[in-house]
């Protein structure tokens, strides 16, 4: 399984991106997909997930109200809607697909990952 991350990019606060991921190779039905994060200097850490219906999402709080996940399995790719960023926003953002359907914040349990996207917020 390869996940294409992209949509990355420089915005001045407030501003919005789209991220999208898309899946490839060997995909898995079933499967639940998550976005992380990781800035300069600190470790990554759990950003959004969705399962494999888009019934059941999660965020981490510093996004809740600002940032949407969404997916379209017809196309095996996932999103991120971000919009009023920040600068404390600006991080190297990663996409990873569970096998396991559970939308969890827990990196470990992700199988595979994509080669990420750069977002810079400005102030």
């Known amino acids: 399984v390869q996940l294409q991350a992209s949509g990355g990019g420089w915005v001045q606060a407030g501003g919005s991106l789209r991220l999208s991921c898309a899946a490839s190779g060997r995909t898995f039905s079933g499967y639940a997909m998550g976005w992380f994060r990781q800035a300069s200097g600190k470790e990554r850490e759990f950003v959004a997930a969705i399962s494999w219906s888009g019934t059941s999402t999660s965020y981490v709080d510093s996004v809740k109200g600002r940032f949407t996940i969404s997916r379209d399995n017809a196309k095996n790719t996932v999103y991120l809607q971000m919009n009023n960023l920040k600068p404390e926003d600006t991080a190297v953002y990663y996409c990873?697909?569970?096998?396991?359907?559970?939308?969890?914040?827990?990196?470990?349990?992700?199988?595979?990952w994509g080669q990420g996207t750069q977002v810079t917020v400005s102030s």
């Open positions: 990873a697909l569970d096998t396991s359907g559970v939308p969890t914040r827990w990196s470990i349990e992700y199988d595979y």
